[in-house]
Structures are given as C-alpha cells and as structure tokens.
C-alpha cells in the first residue's frame, strides 16, 4: 500500500524514541502489560513520555491528565481540518482514522493532497496503521530492553524528528501565504517557549494560520511569479 | 489498578482530541473563513515542532553557535531549500548532528 511505503522514512525516524517510551515504561515501574497497553490505546509520543516523567514525579492524577490534554490538543487541529472527508465516512471508519491521526499520519496525507490534490481514505489509513505497527513494536522493544538492560538515557533522538518535519515543511512553501504561517508559527513558539506559555504550541499554531490567512486574503502574491517575473 | 485508570482516561483524552470534529452531532459546518485557515496547518504546526527542538535548549534562546541542534537544524533548513527532497535532506541534516555531536 502506497500509504504504509510513504510513511516508512518517518516510522523509521521515531523507532528510537519508541525505544525511550517503552523503556521509560518500565523503569517507572509500570508492567510490561501496562506500558504496551499505554502505546497500544493512548498512541501519543509525546503525551506517553511526558506522562511517565510526571508519574516517576509522583505527579496528582489531574496533572497528568491535563498535560495530556494540552499535548495532545494539537490533534483537534487536524481533526478540524479533515472534518469534511470524515463526515462523509461511515461511523467505524470515522473512528478508525481519528485513532490512528497522528502527526506523522497527518504529515504523510497532506503531503499526497499537495501532489494528487484529493484526499484518499485507503491511503490514509494504510499509512496511519503502518505507524502504529511500528511504533507499538518500537515500544515492545523498549519494554524488553529495559526490562534487560534498564535505564536508556536519549541520545539526541529529537533531531531526527526535527529534520524531518523541516524536510517537509521547507519545500511547501510555495506561496507568501505560507512563508508567513511557517514564520510567525516559529516566532511564536519560540516566544511561548522563552516564558513558558502554556499550550503554547496551539497558540503558535493558530497565530501562524491566522496570519497566513490574512496574507492570503490582503497581500495575495505568488511568491514563484514574484521570483521570476 | 491505578495505573490502568491512568492509562484507560489518557486513552480517552487522546481520541476525543483526534475524533471531536469527526462527530456529525457536533452540530456546525465550518465557515469558509475557517476552510482557509485550517489549510495552513501543516506548515504551521510542523513548525511549532521543529522550531523548539533547533533553537530553543533549557528555556533560553539557543545561542551556542556550536550546539549540534542549532548547526545542524540550520543546515537541514539550506539543504532542504536547495534540495527539495525530503529523505536525501534528513541523512544529510541526521548525519551533520551526529558529526557536530562527536566533536564538540
């Protein structure tokens, strides 16, 4: 399937920090049921990892609770955006692609909408599942190797991830519009960062795409035309 | 037992945040304002994921010129912009992190 071969480059990216989150499982001192269940059912990187630092913590409850909630908010972003394609989907296919819409999955298909300009429900899915294939057996193995081995410290996995998402949001841009969404995004999650603003990933987001609109709707220039006249 | 409502409520937390404008009882449809907003989203949010990870390190501005994140997030911008080529730019821009890791 075309969706499971294109989401490869970027399953093999996140494979070391699935590594992290089922090793950190475990030397948190969840099970091994526990902490492949916790990749199995939540299917959320960041809001796992973030989650079990809060735990070894001793964090309430509530606090955990609410990190994954902010984490994971981006994720309404998407679901938003692909509204339109799901309402026109059967209930258990609805539910289907919003389990497995991660960033990754979402990357992958607006990638294909950009170059075939429709969105295909078969694709999306075989990428999304292929994901979550990797990404559970990534966890697997770092549920056996810290039951083996024990604490595995990260190594700068991050980068791979950041490369990654440079290497498909550089050559999207294509327009004014769009130069101005990756710019104030950045901008602003950089500020949001300096005085640890709160959700400040959805702040930056939505300020990104705000501004982009108005470019879009008062300064509407091609940024290809502009450069060669 | 505390741990599986843990992981059970984190479930639910993450789906309802992936399913909640799939829901047709949600009852809107959304304005073509909104249409042409939402059609940034890629690069914006894909940005506010790389952009902390290469220029931001413990809470302050990444200003160390020799930091692996910041040298070789920057080089991964200029290979991306000539190259165009996603897989080809993330070896070159993977490969310069782990060379600036080891000697610095």
Redesign the interface.
């Given at each position: 399937m075309q969706g499971a071969i294109d989401i490869l480059?970027i399953s093999i990216?996140i494979i070391p920090w699935g590594l992290l989150a089922g090793s950190l499982a475990i030397e948190t001192g969840?099970?091994p049921l526990?902490a492949q269940?916790?990749s199995l059912?939540?299917?959320?990187g960041a809001?796992?990892l973030a989650?079990l630092n809060l735990?070894q913590l001793a964090s309430p409850?509530l606090a955990?609770?609410s990190s994954?909630?902010v984490i994971?908010?981006?994720?309404?972003?998407?679901?938003?955006?692909?509204?339109?394609v799901?309402?026109a989907l059967p209930r258990h296919r609805?539910?289907l692609?919003?389990?497995l819409?991660t960033?990754e999955m979402?990357?992958v298909i607006?990638n294909y909408r950009a170059k075939t300009g429709r969105f295909d429900y078969g694709y999306a899915i075989g990428a999304g599942f292929a994901f979550y294939l990797i990404w559970n057996l990534a966890s697997l193995a770092g549920i056996l190797l810290g039951l083996i081995i024990g604490d595995m410290t990260e190594l700068?996995f991050?980068?791979?991830?950041?490369?990654?998402?440079?290497?498909?949001?550089?050559?999207?841009?294509n327009s004014r519009?769009?130069l101005v969404?990756?710019l104030?995004?950045?901008l602003?999650?950089?500020l949001t960062?300096?005085y640890?603003v709160p959700n400040?990933?959805v702040l930056?987001?939505?300020g990104?795409?705000?501004c982009?609109?108005l470019t879009?709707?008062y300064w509407p220039v091609d940024a290809n035309k502009e450069s060669s006249p | 037992m505390m741990l599986w409502l843990l992981i059970a409520a984190m479930a639910l937390i993450t789906f309802y945040n992936r399913y909640a404008f799939f829901s047709p009882r949600l009852k809107f449809s959304i304005r073509p304002e909104i249409q042409s907003i939402l059609q940034f989203t890629a690069p914006a949010v894909l940005t506010a994921l790389w952009v902390p990870i290469v220029f931001v390190r413990e809470g302050a501005l990444n200003t160390q010129w020799n930091d692996p994140y910041l040298l070789a997030g920057l080089v991964t911008v200029a290979v991306s912009a000539t190259l165009k080529k996603p897989l080809p730019t993330v070896l070159i821009g993977v490969a310069v992190f782990f060379l600036c890791s080891m000697t610095t």
């Open positions: 480059p990216a969840l099970s526990q269940c916790l059912l939540v299917f959320a809001a796992q989650a735990i409850v955990i609770l994954t909630f994971s908010s981006r994720h309404l972003l998407y679901s938003a955006l692909y509204r339109p799901a309402l609805r539910y692609m919003a389990f819409l960033d979402f990357a607006e700068g991050d980068f791979a991830v950041a490369a990654l998402f440079i290497a498909m949001v550089i050559p999207a841009i519009a769009t969404a990756v104030v995004s950045g602003l999650m950089i960062q300096l640890t400040g990933l930056a987001a939505i990104g795409m705000f982009a609109f879009d709707r | -």
